[in-house]
């Protein structure tokens, strides 16, 4: 087994039991979540976004790298060139009634990768690294659509985050509830969430069908 | 109009189209959404971990406070305390496929707040703090369970942080494409997204009927 937490900074303090020590685990969640929140340090005080992102196991960090993408005009890129950032995935999969308030909890699973990001330079990670961020969102995209023009690269700073340093959490069934309140007779248990989507909606320019591309993955998040 | 961003780190930069500054909605978007991300500053890094959260607005904060608890033995809690930190909030409600991959994006509700975290340790103000966390959950269901024990309370740490410095940004419907390649014919849309509750699942020492706040919770949740 590959294994996750190399590094005390990735290493998982309170709720040992919620981690998950299986690169292929984080690999498959990584693969399964749509959104990251990316932390970076200002001067005195931490700023979290959320972004897309797309995973490489291929590409040249040899755990694999994450890739964020944005404007080279974002006032987050400095910033996240100068420090180690945090990038942070988390589906949540439930809310979890427990029969106190203390053992009110959530069902979740969740990656934390900490790391020096790289600002990628080279025209085909480049591609490779827009191509995974756009598969990531609708999978077989990329090869559908028109090459991207110089203006376009020239307005877009893509980020790599090595997958070296991360840790990841889950929980997921009932509550961890007190013998007493169980004994008592209270209810205790969780509402299941779950992703859902729609279809797709073209917009008021578009004609003809939806591309397969797009009806498939609303297909496959539909439940 | 009670407007947000009064300070220059949270007065958005990149996507100001994108801005929303009524109060009102970004109130409306904490009733609404589930999951906070907490940023702290580490001694050189960020870390960004899922919480759960509450909002009170009529709590000792002028525009309202954001509460979060935790165990007391967290790594983090420390950390949140020496420094301010950002606490963001976000909904993904869609994915954008646009005519070229520049054009890909998301649709999503996010707020994001910066400030010094308070470590509330006032007896009634934590009770009040916890009571919106729970009720943030499923609402209704603080007034359905006992009493916390003072040990329970004595191992949660309960921080406030103060709604006065806060963004909101918001993205709906389609892509916003260029010229040439709406005039070619290429589809463009989105894929929206919705949250959507399974029925509630007791667990195996649950007897009895599932209690109405989780019946109703579960419902207003599915979709």
């Given at each position: 087994?590959?294994?996750?937490?190399?590094?005390?900074r990735?290493?998982i303090?309170?709720?040992?039991?919620?981690?998950?020590?299986?690169?292929?685990?984080l690999?498959?969640?990584?693969?399964?979540?749509?959104?990251?929140?990316?932390?970076?340090?200002?001067r005195?005080?931490?700023?979290?976004?959320?972004?897309?992102?797309?995973?490489d196991?291929?590409?040249?960090?040899?755990?694999?790298?994450?890739?964020?993408h944005?404007?080279?005009?974002?006032?987050?890129?400095?910033?996240?060139?100068?420090?180690?950032?945090?990038?942070?995935?988390?589906?949540?999969?439930?809310?979890?009634?427990?029969?106190?308030?203390?053992?009110?909890s959530?069902?979740y699973?969740?990656?934390?990768v900490?790391?020096?990001?790289?600002?990628?330079?080279?025209?085909?990670?480049?591609?490779?690294?827009?191509?995974?961020?756009v598969d990531?969102?609708?999978?077989?995209?990329?090869?559908?659509?028109?090459?991207?023009?110089?203006?376009e690269?020239?307005?877009?700073?893509?980020?790599?985050?090595?997958?070296?340093?991360?840790?990841?959490?889950q929980?997921?069934?009932?509550?961890?509830?007190?013998?007493?309140?169980?004994?008592?007779?209270?209810?205790?248990g969780?509402?299941?969430?779950?992703?859902?989507a729609?279809l797709?909606?073209?917009?008021?320019?578009?004609?003809?069908?939806?591309?397969?591309?797009?009806?498939a993955?609303?297909?496959?998040?539909?439940?």
């Open positions: 087994m590959d294994s996750l937490s190399p590094t005390p990735t290493t303090g309170r709720g040992r039991n919620r981690a998950v020590e299986d690169r292929a685990i690999h498959a969640f990584l693969e399964d979540a749509l959104l990251a929140h990316l932390g970076v340090v200002a005195d005080h931490p700023v979290v976004l959320p972004t897309a992102f797309g995973v196991l291929e590409g040249p960090d040899a755990s694999g790298s994450l890739y964020l944005g404007s080279v005009a974002a006032g987050w890129l400095a910033k996240a060139l100068e420090r180690d950032v945090c990038v942070t995935i988390t589906e949540l999969d439930g809310l979890v009634a427990g029969r106190s308030a203390f053992h009110h959530m069902n699973r969740s990656a934390v900490i790391g020096r990001a790289r600002l990628v330079d080279d025209a085909g990670e480049r591609e490779q690294a827009l191509a995974a961020v990531h969102m609708i999978p077989g995209r990329w090869a559908t659509l028109r090459p991207s023009t110089r203006k690269l020239a307005a877009t700073a893509v980020l790599a985050v090595p997958l070296a340093e991360a840790s990841m959490k929980r997921s069934g009932g509550p961890v509830d007190e013998p007493e309140d169980i004994a008592a007779g209270v209810w205790g969780h509402i299941p969430l779950l992703r859902n729609g797709p909606v073209g917009d008021e320019d578009s004609q003809g069908p939806v591309p397969s591309d797009v009806a993955r609303a297909a496959d998040l539909a439940c």
